[in-house]
């Protein structure tokens, strides 16, 4: 089958997997990662990457949109191991006149990064701009991310309607929702957008994204669940012709990168949401999650196996008790494959799993240095 998309994740936080049990997800951000995250240097870095990409391709990922920091090691990591990625510099700022604060220079490194890596290896690599959302972004911020995207000829990824309690509060500041905001900002005017979350809409925020120019939506059902952020409405999105993939989001949120896993999430609480077990079906949520998602990362030639396509494939065996009987296989797919029937993942022809073996990464002593460095972080 074509290889598995992760629309969204932050993979250095898989250095963060299990770290802040037990919080909403404004104290695990503000009293947990953050502080953490202040810690990162590169080197820890590349190896959560190197980490988050080596769990992506066991379970049969070959492309992901990672928004986070330090992302000249998040493109090594890349690089290194032959997984494809859409890669975003994570941007924040608080302050209102952003250009005399020191925050500018993230925007600054999100250029720089485009130029150095946009394309690179034949197209192994798209550099999109990210600005984090719009409770860590101040209006001119994000209008400033939105013109540097299109003065680039990219995209922006950003989180967008991820819990009640960002909509409540961009209400109460600016009288408007996270999407209305963002339209009125012109984010959506001129270049494809990926919005992660998009869990709580109104219905004008349907009608905006029905009209923008190119919205994708990345469905997080995994994450949405652990920090208890709601359901996103899958099957109105859907009736709505929206364009919706699939992603993890951080594995510090989830706490696992594991697309077949979100499948079918994204399946079941489609249907639990709308009590009807007619709500999606399998074909449509496995298309989010291969063909969809590698068009809404900037990858429109992959995701579909063809003759003459790119070869970007994951080899499941199906020979096993959990795939038996067979009266339908997208929905045996979709309902009852795991990892653990996932044997070979090619991505652009290159075999980086062999027989359920990493073939370009030594695991033993990664998971070690991992550990470590994991310790040094959250001390
Ligand atoms: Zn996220």
């Known amino acids: 089958m074509p290889g598995l998309v992760n629309g969204h994740t932050h993979t250095p936080m898989a250095l963060l997997r299990g770290y802040g049990e037990g919080c909403n997800l404004h104290d695990w951000l503000f009293s947990k990662i953050f502080p953490a995250e202040d810690k990162l240097t590169a080197e820890s870095v590349y190896c959560g990457a190197m980490l988050a990409i080596s769990e992506m391709l066991l379970n049969g990922v070959t492309c992901f949109a990672d928004q986070y920091f330090f992302c000249e090691a998040i ?11 859409n890669i975003s510099r994570g941007l924040q700022c608080f302050d209102h006149d952003y250009s005399k604060s020191n925050d500018d220079y993230r925007l600054r490194e999100g250029e720089s990064l485009f130029k150095d890596y946009h394309n690179a290896n034949d197209g192994q690599i798209k550099i999109w701009i990210g600005p984090h959302s719009v409770y860590t972004c101040v209006p001119k911020y994000l209008q400033a991310a939105a013109e540097l995207a299109g003065n680039l000829g990219t995209g922006l990824h950003i989180h967008l309607s991820e819990t009640a309690d960002e909509v409540e509060k961009c209400v109460t500041i600016y009288g408007t929702t996270p999407i209305q905001h963002c339209n009125t900002l012109g984010l959506f005017r001129s270049v494809p957008v990926l919005a992660a979350h998009c869990v709580h809409l109104s219905e004008e925020d349907y009608e905006i994204i029905a009209k923008a120019k190119d919205i994708r939506i990345v469905h997080n059902p995994g994450s949405n669940l652990k920090l208890a952020s709601g359901i996103a409405p899958l099957r109105k999105l859907l009736a709505q012709k929206a364009k919706v993939c699939l992603g993890t989001d951080g594995v510090a949120s989830n706490n696992d990168a594991d697309v ?8 079941t609480l489609a249907k639990v949401r709308e009590n009807d077990p007619l709500a999606v079906n399998s074909w449509d949520v496995l298309e989010m999650a291969t063909r969809h998602g590698s068009s809404s990362l900037g990858f429109d030639n992959a995701g579909i196996i063809r003759v003459g396509g790119v070869a970007d494939l994951v080899v499941l065996d199906i020979c096993k008790p959990n795939m038996y ?20 993942v090619f991505v652009n022809g290159a075999l980086l799993v062999e027989n359920g073996k990493l073939t370009r990464i030594d695991l033993p002593p990664l998971l070690v240095k991992a550990q470590k460095l994991a310790k040094g972080l959250t001390n």
């Open 75 to 85: 493109a090594q990591a890349v690089l290194d191991t032959g997984i494809k990625a």
């Open 260 to 267: 077949l896993k979100e499948i079918r999430l994204a399946a």
């Open 325 to 344: 009987p067979m009266h339908d296989l997208i929905t045996n797919i979709v309902y009852s494959s795991n990892a653990a029937n996932i044997t070979h």
